[in-house]
């Protein structure tokens, strides 16, 4: 298998972290958004929408969207519960994340990191945090009830936001307000098998 990515993209960073967790290996291609590299007419033939993670079986089959290239991976593991309704609590908190969290998080992060905050981006960035520190709420309010976000338990829930939870501070966003949020992200860093983003 293949994988092409930027490992500077939390969304690409939650698929190199469950693969270090599962033990796993795979081929990494680096794609450069910066430049294009995403919108090259061979990359836009494996996967039209031009975005990255892009997971590449090799019988050729491609899966694009970091949570379901995850849902893959993982499959058959304990990172995926097995009874329906924590199932279903585990795509609620990927939805949440993609809806939710990474739209003002990782959007903020992008133009700080990537984009090194330009003058005609702050006004972008300033109402990102509105948003952010509400979807932190929610991740605050579960972890003062669980240690992680389904329960006792690491799955795809707390790999998903982690990714861009632990690098909020990238994107303007002040965790010590969030003791449980800074507990979990402790916690996932414990787990064997743990690589930190760039590594």
Known sequence: MRIYGDKRSGNCYKLQLLLSLLGKT???VDVDIMKGETRAPSFLEKSPNGKIPLLELDDGRVLSESNAIMHYLASNTPLIPSSPYSFSQLLQWQFFEQYSHEPYIAVARYINVYLGLPEDRKAEYESKQAGGYRALAVMEHQLNTTPFLLGDALTLADISLFAYTHVAHEGGFDLSAYPAIRN???????????????A
């Open 26 to 28: 795979c081929e990494w």
């Open 184 to 198: 979990w992200i402790s916690l996932v860093k414990d787990q064997k098998g743990f690589i930190p983003m760039n």
